[in-house]
């Protein structure tokens, strides 16, 4: 099921502490988001209040702790690849955004097992954490708010690039012009993996500050489980360049083996390993407790 995106405002809420120990509230929660996930209405927070105050709880106390400002929209998605994640944006109007899957919550909050709701909670709370650090990065704020620059930057060398192109077709020396495009495509392509890269490696360092004490045993479960959970539906995920570009012109290849391989390769290639993250937080957690 597929719902348009709510614009949810501030509200009070109880403490997520309280929430996370009431198994009576964990259960309204829990209800609140099924009826939800079954008949989407119009200003949800109110008729769901249970749902509500507790994302808004979670969300507002880590911008606390990572002294960053609460997004100014939040979204819950119930389709796709975004149901089984959480993930943060700055816009270009430098507005803020943070979307969280219902199929995400409903593995961390629905506790079959009594003895793992601590450390489910915790799990949900780090995925959050994470999302919210990018909004805290000052390097990731940076390049939201150069984003008009990159792209003329961007534009400028494309236009140098066709105007020498005009030449140098004349001059029977066009190969030279792929030559330079491909060269500039491959470096800018680098750069994008490198940077996006640094921007993980940074959301993950400052995830610890708001969720002091979470073992690292629990942070790579989470994240091995949110990969197997979106890999198998990254191809069908039709905000993509490339899923636009091969749904509108070669349709029956959607389906095929080696597209689903490209798709993986792609929609995974700007996030690091799972070994070289969990290394990474592993210096994280030491340098930290050195400092304690």
């Known amino acids: 099921m597929i719902i348009t995106p709510e614009i949810l405002p501030t509200a009070s809420v109880v403490r997520a502490a309280a929430i996370m120990t009431d198994h009576e509230t964990n259960l309204k929660i829990v209800d609140d988001l099924l009826a939800l996930e079954k008949k989407p209405v119009n200003d949800w927070n109110v008729v769901y209040p249970a749902l509500f105050n507790f994302l808004q709880t979670m969300v507002t106390e880590l911008c606390a702790s990572l002294k960053c400002a609460s997004p100014d929209f939040f979204t819950i998605h119930f389709q796709g690849i975004q149901a089984q994640q959480a993930s943060a944006y700055i816009m270009t109007n430098r507005t803020t955004q943070f979307h969280i899957g219902a199929e995400l919550l409903k593995k961390y909050l629905v506790n079959h097992d009594p003895k793992k709701a601590h450390e489910n909670y915790q799990a949900l709370r780090w995925v959050v954490a994470h999302e919210l650090g990018h909004l805290a990065d000052p390097v990731f704020n940076m390049f939201a708010r150069t984003y008009f620059v990159r792209n003329f930057i ?42 996006h890269r640094k921007f993980e490696y940074n959301a993950d360092r400052i995830s610890l500050q708001a969720v002091p ?31 636009r570009f091969v749904g509108v012109y070669f349709p029956a290849l959607c389906n095929s083996s080696w597209y689903k391989k490209i798709v993986e390769m792609t929609f995974f290639y700007l996030h690091p390993s799972l070994n070289r993250r969990m290394k990474k937080l592993a210096s994280c957690m030491l340098l930290q407790t050195k400092k304690n």
Not at 185 to 191: A, N, Q, R
């Open 154 to 195: 961007e534009n400028a060398c494309l236009f140098a690039f066709l105007f020498a192109g005009g030449n140098m077709i004349l001059n029977n020396t066009s190969h030279a012009l792929f030559v330079g495009m491909a060269s500039f495509m491959i470096v800018k392509k680098i750069f994008l993996i490198l940077l």
């Open 213 to 243: 004490g979470i073992e690292l045993k629990v942070i790579e479960k989470t994240l091995r489980s949110m990969q197997n959970a979106i890999m198998p539906l990254c191809h069908m995920d039709t905000t993509t360049k490339l899923y």
